[in-house]
Every structure is written in structure tokens, then in C-alpha cells.
DNA sequence: ATAGCAACTTAGTAAAAATGCA
DNA sequence: TGCATTTTTACTAAGTTGCTAT
């Protein structure tokens, strides 16, 4: 029911013109100084290489769409890649119970670790999962073990703990080239099993890495943290394919739970994962096909909408005086989703998740009428946690101006953005470092101030000194002058903006409603609208995933 | 009519990579 | 140039939807 809300309202209509676009020059790397001709070089090549990535891109969107309910007509791929098999701590490490050290089976201690990972984190300290953790714990033990350790707070996990932060530290304290090794083994793994072949066509897989085991970390105040989510084995995934491909092969000694060829479905391989009971599946990357024309159709959904809206709106309010009551119910609700973003609220199994409610589910407790609240008349205060345990408290006020400098004009963009977010309650942790980072770019703004200043001084003297002389390097000095005045002016606008920006988003989260909310068109067509570079707003991700609506928005795009 | 579930989208957090800065 | 900060990517939990079986 959540659609696409937008500040397109808000855009100045300007005439086209075409700007070429170029991967914003930043190098990777700060090696010595490099001779113009590698720069060169190397920034050829990247353009090469985007060509081609743009030549080898499937235009899904130009070709006719299948028949309903068929997702595909031929798909090829090899499996799910399984995570490493546990390894046995060494014998200088060890679990301690009630003091003494005790040596542990090996699926006993694979669990204990995972505890012992995940010390530092808050989890650990709570109540349900700690006893959530020692039952399913207990269940890895063998008799003896069992019999010996009754309880968890005579367990010492400390070297278990320490060995993992040194793990930790020491990867990241890896040399360059062992990184870079890793990072190659890693890329070996992607290019083998990170990728399928969907009719003719070579699609990224989303995840394609079967989910490890550890301790499940639901949110909120969930029953069910700490428990054991258990090591999946080939034999629970289910594999789905084209009968005439290639059949991925399970890992030696091993057989899948089961082979399938349904082509009415867009996952690639399936398990049942053992906390919640639920399936989880391996799809696709979010710039694929299968994914991108359901977006697509999403879009065209909440634009239709847009013609039929304001008959929906009409009835409800006549509804809400009907003399059914479940019609005025449906009203109320309906009026909460459109004027509230309310999620529709699906009734949920008591005891099996965290206690989150939407519309449908809203209890009396979660509402408070007042006749009069800061001065006005007749209102309904909402307090509930929401989807992922997120506090929802009902208020709102967004305005947005137009200005033509570049900064400003995607400070205008952000805050469409986040009206759109602040609507549907997208909300983040503030940054730790949140307030030390303000108070650091203040005092860059500060100092740039003081730089302006005096720059500007030295101007005038320059101007005053090369006043009534022909000497042609006074004028070059004003000109030098001149520029650098100009160029802290930007500087300081630029920092400021970027200040308000930062301030406003303190716990507002905008990629998720620019990944899933905001029509990508309209960005787009916003782009070429205002001449700002499609890369100031959308990343490689971004600009991947909506490439069907780069392609074919032009900036005339009504929503 | 509806409960239950498979399939899929949406969401926040943690880890990794990129960038900025003294 | 190494460290800190910011941005991007990876991960997986938590929703919704619509079909199937009862």
C-alpha cells in the first residue's frame, strides 16, 4: 500500500541539454607521481571499461514480456557456496568452567564460540537470550557435558574472546598484498558461484553464500534470541533450475535434498532455516531482470493510482460515516495507511516474534485522543513500534526551496528524499561520532571563514596596489586574489549546506526510500531537469539497478 | 471464508572499501 | 602516508501478498 510520494511539485521546468556524463575523476589509488600519460591512460581505460559494461547490458526492458507467471525459460547455475567447515580451536585456548578448563566436543565448542564472538555486543547481557543460547547450547553437548555445565554464568568464555578479537585485529592489520590476495580468493568464489545464466543472459546472484551458523539475533525484544541457527547441509537445500542445464553439483560425499525445474519462480535454491522455521532462498541481484521489471511494474502500479486516488480518498470519507461498522473500520484504516504511511500490519503468532504492530494490528494502547495538544484541537497521538522494532510517534512539517548552486540543489533533492522517509518512518541510529563530527565540520566552516577573510583582505590590498598600474603582474596577482576569494566562497557554501544536510538526517535513514520508494524516473528526469550529474545522487548500485529507468527516462517524465 | 504458507520486497546493521585529512 | 571518517556493500531479519487447501 506504501507508494511513491514525491517532491516533483517542486521542480522548475528547464529546457534540456544534454550533459555528457564522466566518472567523476577521483583515482583510486595515491601512488607517486604518476606522468601524464599513465593518468591518461588509466582514465581511457576506464571509460573502455564502462563501454563495455554498457555494451554487454541486457535491455530486458526493450524485449517483450513472458506469458503471466513464467519467470524464465532456461536457467543455469552451480549452487549455493557453503561456508567453511568449523575449525577446532587450538589446544592453548581454552573454556573454563567453574574455574577448571575443560575441554570441549567439537560441536560444543563450535557453539560456544559463537558466544564468545559475541561478547562485546549487548545481546550477550540480556536475559533471554543468554537463556536462550545455554538450552540450545546444551543440546550440542554430549551427556558428560551436559552433566557438568549447568550454568552459564560459571562459564568463562575469555580466552575463547580474546582469541577471536586477535583474529580480528589481525586481519585487519594484514599487508597489502595479503589483503590483496584475499580479496582475490574472494573474487575467485564470486566469479564461480556468484553468477547464473538466465535465458542467454549472465545475471549477478544476490546470495549466492548459504548463511552461516551462529547465534539468531532477532530485533527488538524478540522471544527467540540466542538461539542456535543451525549449520545448513546440502542435503536441506532444494535446487531449482532448467532441466536441460548443467545441475549445479552438491559438495563432495553430499546430495541435495531435491532437484527442481519450476520456472513459475525466481529463486535458484531453498532451505528451512531452523529458528523460525521459515524459508530462505537464493535469488537474484537487485539489477537483474526478474528484479528490476517488478520494480518497474511496481512503478506503473502507484502511477495508476494516481488516476484513481482521489476516488479512493472520496469513498473512504464517505465511508467513514457509513452505518456498517466494518465499513467505517476500513475507512479508518484506509485513511491511516494514505495519510500515515501505516505498513497494512499482518497478524502475527504471539510468542514467536517481537511484539510490532501496523494498521491492522494497532491495539487500543497504542492510541491516545487528546481534545487539545500543544494548542490543538482533536488529536491522535500513535505509540507504537513498528516494522524492525522502530518507534513510531506521529509529527511532521517539510518544505523545500530551489536555489541553482549544485550543493544546494541536492540539499533540495535530500530533503524530498527525507520527506519521503520521515513519512514512512525510515530511521537510523544516530552515528556514534554524530556530535564530535558536527562540532569537526563547524570548526571547518569556522576556520574557512576566517580563510575568506582574509583572503579577501589581501584582495583589496591587491587591488589597491595595482590600482593606476599598468604592471601586468599586479593585475595577475588581483586576478589570482580574485579567484582564491571565490574559490573559499564555494568552499564554505558548499560546507555549510552540507552541515544543514547532515544535521537534518541525524536519525533519518534515506536509501532505503530511494531504494524502494521513490520512482527512479523521476530522479532521473529531475537530473537532467536541473543539469546535476546522475552520479551526485545515485552510486554504481544505484545507477545498476535503475538502469531501465536511465534508459528510458527522458526529462519531459510526468510521474 | 480463512488459516497457513511459499515467495517475494523492504529494512536496519555490520563489515569492508573508499575517501578525506593532518 | 597512515589514520579517521564516510560511503558502499553484504547480510539477513521482518514485513506483505496472494495462492492453496480445508
Known sequence: ?????????????????????????????????????????????????????????????????YEDGIKWKFLEHKGPYFPP??????????????????????PAEEVALFFAQMMDHEYTTKEVFRNNFFRDWRKEMTLEERQLIMD????????????????????????????LVNKEANQKIVDEYGYC????????????????????????????????????????????????????????????KEVRHDNTVTWLASWT??????????????????KGEKDWEKYEVARKLKTCVDAIRAQY???????????????????????????????????????????????????????????????????????????????????AAMKDNVAEKLLSYNRANRAVAILCNHQRAPPKAFEQSMANLQAKIDSRKEQLD????????????????????????????????????????????????REENKQIALSTSKLNYLDPRISVAWCKNMEVQLDKIYNKTLRDKFAWAIDMTEHDFVF
Open 1 to 65: 500500500m506504501q507508494t511513491v510520494f514525491t517532491k516533483c511539485a517542486a521542480m522548475t521546468p528547464f529546457s534540456l541539454s544534454k550533459v555528457i556524463k564522466e566518472e567523476g575523476g577521483h583515482s583510486v589509488s595515491t601512488k607517486k607521481k604518476k606522468t601524464k600519460e599513465e593518468i591518461e591512460a588509466a582514465r581511457a581505460l576506464k571509460i573502455k571499461k564502462k563501454e563495455e559494461e554498457e555494451k554487454q547490458r541486457w535491455r530486458w526492458w526493450e524485449e517483450e514480456k
Open 85 to 106: 567447515e568449523y575449525q577446532p580451536l587450538p589446544d592453548d585456548v581454552k573454556f573454563y568452567y567453574n574455574g577448571k578448563p575443560v575441554k570441549l566436543s567439537l
Open 152 to 179: 552459564l554464568n560459571k562459564c568463562d568464555f575469555g580466552e575463547l574472546n580474546a582469541m577471536h578479537k586477535q583474529k580480528v585485529e589481525a586481519r585487519k592489520n594484514l599487508s597489502k598484498e595479503e589483503k
Open 197 to 256: 545464466v538466465l535465458d542467454h543472459h549472465r545475471e549477478r546472484i544476490g546470495n549466492f553464500k548459504i548463511e552461516p551458523p551462529g547465534l539468531f539475533r532477532g530485533r527488538g525484544d524478540h522471544p527467540k534470541q540466542g538461539m542456535l541457527k543451525k549449520r545448513i547441509q546440502p542435503e536441506d537445500v532444494i535446487i531449482n533450475c532448467s532441466k536441460d542445464s548443467r545441475i549445479p553439483e552438491p559438495p563432495a560425499g553430499h546430495r541435495w
Open 273 to 290: 532455516e531452523n529458528v523460525q522455521g521459515s524459508c530462505k532462498y537464493v535469488m537474484l541481484n537487485a539489477n537483474s531482470k526478474l
Open 317 to 399: 470519507q464517505e465511508d467513514l460515516k457509513s452505518k456498517q461498522m466494518g465499513t467505517r473500520q476500513r475507512a479508518v484504516a484506509l485513511y491511516f495507511i494514505d495519510k500515515l504511511a501505516l505498513r497494512a500490519g499482518n497478524e502475527k503468532e504471539e510468542g514467536e516474534t517481537a511484539d510490532t504492530v501496523g494498521c491492522c494490528s494497532l491495539r487500543v494502547e497504542h492510541i491516545t485522543l487528546h481534545d487539545t495538544l500543544d494548542e490543538q484541537k482533536c488529536v491522535v497521538e500513535f505509540d507504537f513500534l513498528g516494522k524492525d522494532c522502530i518507534l513510531i510517534v506521529i509529527l511532521r512539517n517539510v518544505t
Open 454 to 501: 582574509l583572503a579577501k583582505k589581501e584582495l583589496k590590498q591587491a587591488k589597491k596596489e595595482a590600482k593606476g598600474s599598468s604592471d601586468n603582474k599586479l593585475l595577475i596577482v588581483v586576478e589570482k586574489k580574485k579567484k582564491a576569494v571565490q574559490r573559499c566562497e564555494e568552499q564554505l557554501l558548499k560546507m555549510e549546506v552540507q552541515a544543514t544536510d
